[in-house]
């Protein structure tokens, strides 16, 4: 029984609703240790009190109205507006803008903010009938989902081993159902990669790849965090080697928002009946990525963090090259306009995908596909572009810089860094610096070349990503549309000459 004092389940979770739930004992490896708990390991401690920043949020007067629409579970509480079916363009512009108000908070840098997740999750309540015989299953994790806006990881692509394998055979290794009882299945296993999941609450497997042919790898569930024989392992913590080498003066960004990201093992784990969505079905399992509706929702989510995070390199390289003196030099102020140039476009691209949006069968809008699949191959070219802008823009500034925030407490070297480490306009050497580390946490730090990565891999393999514009483009009769154009220019002439009436009238 509920105690009193327990938070009724229709409303948002607070922050430290959020952290409490992490302590569950879940079983997270680093550096050859299992965490004890994450939300107090310094590789994870910044992430997990970010993410309890975003659910304080929900609850803030001066913010609740952007980030919290009412539930349509039949409930009297409120969710994150990305969390609800949309059902208009004006719903899915609101849902867009409270994506927007969260990630200022973290300044675009959480691609899996939990209402990441919610581009899946939303479609539960579209279309439960998907899942066949686990409809209610949908039903459930939608309402769960919405009334508590829960923090889901996902893990969908398998463990880039045996490639030489023929197409649609899965590498022995990865998720599949070993066996199943009247209470569930159980599943051994492994799938990659779970960005963020030391540090969620749920995770969801599903499959993205090849076509599946064997049904024991046909699986899509949801899974707790402390599920008994689930093991999260995770590549090195770039926010532990910013507590062990400097302070967040010197990484302000990889102390506070690394995204770890980790390889879930399965290993003889037991998933209940109620938490399972696809079993043994080759052709809900392969259609899961582009019929379920998570791509359009998925790449809208990915523009709007991109746009943010575009204001703030914009926002960056523009105080960076004042504060150097650049900005008087013509190639740096061409440099840093065309950085706003794309930081325009990527804007526009997700404003496109709102305002283009369809009506669906289910009575749910989805973002425009033709514009979530220009995003989605355009992102990467975007941000390796504003990359290099960015470098060409602020030069050899980002080299010499304070070794760490100390150096500005020694009193033998304080004057020289005041006078030689200095910059323009009177900025002094610790607004200098403090602005500078800033930019090298951004552009040139690890955690900076993680997100270099995670950019160009984030909607998947560049040749995928080129093939589905292409097979979209012929399966919506895109193609024949273009090709027509063509045909109507052509039938203009012929070998004797004009054949449209306009210009054959007294042609020689």
């Known amino acids: 029984m509920r105690s009193p004092a327990t938070p009724p389940p229709t409303r948002p979770q607070t922050g430290q609703e959020y952290l409490a739930s992490l302590r569950d004992g879940r079983e997270v490896w680093i550096h050859g240790s299992r965490v004890p708990d994450v939300?107090?390991?310094?590789?994870?401690?910044?992430?997990?009190?970010?993410?309890?920043?975003?659910?304080?949020?929900?609850?803030?007067?001066?913010?609740?109205?952007?980030?919290?629409?009412?539930?349509?579970?039949?409930?009297?509480?409120?969710?994150?507006?990305?969390?609800?079916?949309?059902?208009?363009?004006?719903?899915?512009?609101?849902?867009?803008?409270?994506?927007?108000?969260?990630?200022?908070?973290?300044?675009?840098?959480?691609?899996?903010?939990?209402?990441?997740?919610?581009?899946?999750?939303?479609?539960?309540?579209?279309?439960p009938e998907r899942y066949g015989p686990f409809a209610d299953n949908a039903r459930a994790w939608y309402a769960r989902a919405q009334e508590r806006v829960l923090f889901f990881a996902h893990a969908l692509v398998d463990p880039p081993v045996d490639k030489h394998l023929p197409e649609g055979e899965a590498p022995a290794i990865t998720v599949r159902a070993e066996r199943e009882t009247d209470a569930g299945v159980v599943v051994t296993g492994a799938k990659v990669v779970a960005t963020g999941a030391a540090c969620a609450q749920r995770v969801f497997v599903a499959h993205a790849g090849p076509p599946l042919t064997d049904p024991a790898h046909a699986l899509a569930f949801v899974a707790p965090l402390d599920t008994p024989g689930l093991k999260v392992i995770c590549r090195p913590s770039y926010e532990h080697a910013a507590r062990a080498t400097g302070s967040p003066f010197d990484y302000p960004l990889s102390s506070r928002l690394d995204e770890n990201d980790a390889v879930l093992v399965f290993d003889r784990a037991f998933v209940p009946w109620e938490n399972v969505l696809v079993h043994r079905d080759t052709d809900r399992a392969n259609a899961f990525l582009h019929e379920s509706g998570f791509l359009p929702r998925f790449l809208l989510h990915g523009a709007t963090r991109l746009g943010v995070k575009l204001d703030f390199l914009s926002g960056l390289v523009l105080r960076a090259t004042h504060v150097t003196g650049g900005d008087a030099h013509g190639s740096v102020?061409?440099?840093?306009?065309?950085?706003?140039?794309?930081?325009?476009?990527?804007?526009?691209?997700?404003?496109?995908?709102?305002?283009?949006?369809?009506?669906?069968?289910?009575?749910?809008?989805?973002?425009?596909?033709?514009?979530?699949?220009?995003?989605?191959?355009?992102?990467?070219?975007?941000?390796?572009?504003?990359?290099?802008?960015?470098?060409?823009?602020?030069?050899?500034?980002?080299?010499?810089?304070?070794?760490?925030?100390?150096?500005?407490?020694?009193?033998?070297?304080?004057?020289?860094?005041?006078?030689?480490?200095?910059?323009?306009?009177?900025?002094?050497?610790e607004e200098r610096a403090k602005l500078m580390k800033l930019l090298w946490d951004a552009i040139g730090s690890e955690f900076a070349g993680r997100h270099a990565l995670y950019e160009r891999q984030y909607a998947g393999n560049w040749v995928l990503n080129r093939l589905d514009a292409y097979d979209h483009a012929h399966a919506t009769g895109l193609a024949d549309r273009l090709g027509g154009l063509v045909d109507s220019c052509m039938a203009d002439y012929d070998l004797t000459g004009w054949t449209a009436p306009h210009l054959a009238a007294d042609q020689p």
């Open 333 to 429: 102020r061409t440099a840093v306009g065309e950085v706003l140039a794309w930081r325009h476009a990527v804007w526009a691209l997700g404003s496109a995908m709102v305002e283009g949006a369809h009506g669906t069968p289910d009575g749910s809008y989805l973002p425009d596909t033709d514009v979530a699949h220009a995003h989605r191959v355009l992102a990467p070219t975007v941000y390796r572009r504003v990359r290099d802008l960015v470098e060409d823009a602020v030069g050899g500034a980002l080299c010499h810089l304070p070794s760490h925030a100390a150096d500005f407490g020694s009193p033998e070297l304080r004057p020289f860094l005041d006078t030689y480490l200095r910059g323009s306009h009177g900025t002094t050497a």
């Open 39 to 127: 939300t107090a390991h310094p590789a994870f401690r910044g992430h997990a009190r970010t993410v309890a920043r975003l659910y304080d949020a929900l609850h803030d007067p001066a913010l609740r109205d952007v980030l919290t629409v009412p539930t349509d579970t039949g409930s009297t509480g409120a969710t994150h507006p990305f969390f609800r079916v949309a059902r208009s363009v004006a719903e899915l512009r609101t849902a867009r803008e409270a994506i927007v108000a969260w990630q200022r908070l973290a300044f675009g840098w959480l691609g899996r903010s939990p209402d990441y997740k919610a581009s899946f999750l939303a479609t539960l309540g579209a279309a």
